[in-house]
């Protein structure tokens, strides 16, 4: 409600409901399917979903205080194969379980789906999106775009882009527990520093799909920095040697600089 009422935004709400079941103990939450999410990522889709689920509830609602059966469905980019054939056009409420599978996990207003729908009456309303603009935008969505080899539609985009997301949440959590395990702090600084490379990478890839970055999603896990201030000098000076030809090659790689450059770093701190 906190949301719907607009009294706050949803990312300090899903901040709130993150912290809250952390502190209770729970670190993830396991489904009957088997499958399980960390508690971040299971608190954000049962607070959107319900969010949008919540909205639909109040268009049909509203409907049925409009005296029509229609709802028109709103239109996002980059929406799952499934829900393209549905989505921005006008259907009666039985056609919303009926072709959009609202009421189903996979379906309108299902876990992760970003629809809502709205009241639409015949005659008096005028549809937000034509079916030509739909097929337009259909045919652009379909044409891929190459990133290191390998292309990707906008929803393969998308969809990479929650990988690259999850793998930093892992990282940053691997940061966490070698600080706490009282590891050696070269080891938490190359492992700060791989978190950095993801970060760095995951902002070339989504300025290369004209995909805007939905950091946020990767910081809910509330904690706080971890990318790495500054490189040691000790790390540096350590794979700079002759003798750490796979610590050079490591360091060299999750900096994302060549093996040359590191002897640069150790170059101008011995100066």
């Known amino acids: 409600m906190d949301i719907v009422t607009g ?3 949803y990312n300090t709400v899903l901040r709130r409901v993150v912290t809250q079941l ?108 034509t079916d030509d603009w ?16 390998k292309e990707y539609t906008l929803y393969e985009a998308k969809q990479r882009q929650r990988q690259m997301e999850t793998a930093m949440r892992a990282q940053r959590e691997k940061v966490q527990l070698l600080q706490k395990g009282g590891a050696d702090p070269d080891d938490v600084m190359l492992a700060k520093c791989k978190y950095q490379g993801q970060l760095d990478e995951y902002a070339r890839f989504s ?16 904690k706080g920095r971890v990318a790495p201030g500054k490189i040691s000098r000790k790390m540096v000076i350590k794979a700079s040697s002759t003798d750490n030809l796979f610590e050079k090659s490591k360091l060299s790689k999750v900096m994302g600089i060549g093996k040359d450059k590191i002897l640069e770093y150790n170059y101008h701190w011995q100066k």
Request: glycine residues 10%; charged residues 25%.
């Open 207 to 222: 300025n290369k799909m004209g995909l805007k970055q939905e950091r946020e999603r990767i910081y809910l896990d509330m």
């Open 22 to 129: 952390t502190n209770s103990g729970l670190r993830q939450i396991e489904y009957s399917s088997g499958y399980a999410n960390r508690i971040e990522v299971a608190a954000r889709r049962a607070v959107m979903t319900g969010l949008t689920q919540l909205s639909g509830k109040i268009a049909e609602y509203n409907a049925e205080k409009l005296g029509t059966e229609y709802l028109e469905v709103e239109w996002h980019a980059g929406a799952r194969p499934t829900h393209t054939i549905w989505q921005g056009r006008v259907w009666s409420q039985q056609q919303l379980y009926d072709v959009c599978g609202l009421g189903t996990v996979t379906g309108l207003c299902g876990a992760n789906c970003y629809h809502t729908y709205f009241p639409f009456v015949p005659g008096v309303s005028v549809r937000t999106y």
């Open 7 to 9: 009294a706050f935004d």
């Open 134 to 149: 739909l097929d337009e935008q259909n045919r652009k969505e379909s044409e891929p775009t190459e990133f290191r080899g």
